[in-house]
């Protein structure tokens, strides 16, 4: 069901607006998930520090992000800002919630600027270090593909990045397709 839907959707993506930039030939890698992933050690202030472009978000750097765990929602309420290319400070809410047809590392994540639900894989985490989250959809030898790097500290290079740097090319992701994502004096976090 979930695949009939994603593919729907990126009929229609394509359809009304061309083939988008970030849609590229060829598959998804299968990355492993985080085994006995915690959602609630997983929650807290997390910072972008390199990313593949992701036209559905509108930050280019200050890319911060709060994860609330609710256990009625079983899941995160997540408030994400940053600056955009024309130095506006923004903001965002939505969503991440894990499903019962995956393991609770391979959830899908839900903004208001995303035409659907979309995967969230965190494919490795220390909960306190690093977080490396893959999020790709494929269809008729086609795939978006968008990756991340998070650190529970705002900045550009260092051991998250490292360390994901390996993990993502141990799972097959391109890791040259990633960006520094600038956090410098002048960002703000507020989210």
């Known amino acids: 069901m979930f695949s009939t839907l994603v593919a729907a959707a990126l009929v229609a993506l394509v359809s009304a607006d061309g083939i988008p930039d970030f849609v590229v030939p060829g598959k998804c890698a299968k990355v492993a998930n985080q085994d006995k992933f915690d959602l609630r050690k997983y929650s807290g202030r997390w910072y972008?520090?390199?990313?593949?472009?992701?036209?559905?978000?509108?930050?280019?750097?200050c890319i911060h992000s709060n994860y609330d765990y609710s256990d009625s929602d079983y899941g995160f309420k997540v408030t994400t800002a940053g600056f955009s290319p024309s130095n506006e400070y923004l903001r965002m809410q939505g969503k991440i919630y894990p499903t019962k047809d995956f393991p609770a590392a391979?959830?899908?994540?839900?903004?208001?600027?995303?035409?659907?639900?979309?995967?969230?894989?965190?494919?490795?985490?220390?909960?306190?270090?690093?977080?490396?989250?893959?999020?790709?959809?494929?269809?008729?030898?086609?795939?978006?593909?968008?990756?991340?790097?998070?650190?529970?500290?705002?900045?550009t290079s260092g051991p998250a990045n490292d360390k994901c740097a390996s993990v993502f090319r141990k799972n097959g992701v391109d890791f040259a397709l990633f960006n520094d994502v600038a956090h410098t004096a002048e960002?703000?976090?507020?989210?």
């Not at 600027?113 to 985490?125: H, I, M, Q, S």
């Open 106 to 155: 391979h959830m899908l994540i839900d903004f208001p600027t995303g035409t659907f639900a979309a995967p969230y894989e965190v494919v490795e985490t220390d909960y306190d270090s690093y977080s490396c989250v893959y999020s790709c959809i494929e269809m008729s030898g086609y795939k978006a593909e968008f990756g991340f790097v998070f650190s529970p500290h705002p900045q």
């Open 187 to 191: 960002c703000v976090y507020r989210a």
């Open 48 to 61: 972008q520090t390199q990313i593949i472009d992701n036209a559905y978000q509108p930050f280019t750097r």
